[in-house]
């Protein structure tokens, strides 16, 4: 009986040590997840800005901002080209083509 009551008492006791024990170890866990996310997630956004800034010169929504107005001007050029004259119409396709050969070199 006195065995029985003193061996319950430490099967007690080793049991609320290792939840509690388990339970931290996932409170540590959960942390150093959200901790390698943050950190994954601010990395990739420096990462991001320093490869624009190198590339380009131009901080990223600079950049965005050019490309909005470049796609305006194309969605205007394409509104306007069945209304050009054939000689404005070979002289922007010539334009574009010189472009395009300096682009790719």
Request: hydrophobic share 40%; no cysteine; proline share 2%.
């Amino acid at each position: 009986m006195i065995l029985n009551n003193m061996l319950k008492k430490n099967y007690d006791s080793v049991k609320k040590t290792s939840s509690s024990a388990i339970e931290k170890i996932t409170d540590v866990l959960h942390w150093f997840q959200w901790k390698n996310l943050t950190l994954a997630l601010g990395l990739s956004i420096v990462a991001g800005v320093a490869i624009g800034l190198y590339i380009d010169g131009e901080w990223p929504w600079e950049l965005h901002s050019t490309v909005v107005k470049q796609r305006t001007a194309g969605e205007a050029l394409i509104h306007a080209w069945p209304h050009l004259s054939k000689a404005d119409q070979q002289y922007l396709g010539d334009k574009l083509q010189l472009q395009d050969k300096s682009d790719k070199k």
